[in-house]
């Protein structure tokens, strides 16, 4: 069934495609359906980024690694105004799909809400001075247990 979906999915997008091209040319393909499927994925593509390598993660040695710790120490909680939370599907509640996944997505606040002991997740934003920590502390430093940027990491 799987790859019958698959199927249907690659057929509808190249129908797509050729639709907007028939319709309007080039153009008409790149801004209704190649800017936005690329702005999409970028920022998607961001999002899991910035939750799995910000400035106050942790790794856990393989002796001191639990389900819990690596949910909630190498894992953020993305704080999001609801609309983005909408249009993520709940994803800055990541430290607890990382716990588990089973949990639906439109389950993930209540659970948050519900439990004191995942409210106090390592917090990231999607604010300017965090997007660019992110990419700045990039580097794993085993020494000193924590992201380090290129430049303290070759200093």
């Known amino acids: ?15 797509l495609i050729a639709v907007l091209w028939i319709l309007g040319g080039f153009s008409l393909v790149f801004f209704v359906f190649l800017l936005p499927m690329a702005l999409a994925s970028a920022l998607g593509s961001y999002l899991f980024f910035a939750q799995h390598s910000f400035r106050r993660m942790q790794i856990a040695s393989p002796e001191a690694w639990s389900y819990y710790r690596g949910a909630m120490e190498s894992s953020s909680y993305m704080r999001m105004n609801q609309v983005m939370q909408w249009f993520t599907g709940n994803i800055g509640y990541h430290h607890i799909h990382h716990l588990n996944v089973r949990i639906p997505f439109y389950r993930l606040p209540e659970v948050m809400a519900a439990i ?37 990491a070759s200093g």
Not at 1 to 15: P, R, W, Y
Not at 125 to 137: E, H, K, N, Q, S
């Open 1 to 15: 069934m799987a790859g019958f979906n698959a199927l249907v999915a690659l057929i509808s997008h190249f129908g």
């Open 116 to 152: 004191p002991e995942l409210q106090s997740p390592l917090v990231t934003t999607l604010a300017p001075g965090d997007i660019a920590d992110c990419f700045r502390y990039a580097l794993w430093d085993e020494d000193k247990q924590r992201m380090v940027t290129y430049r303290e």
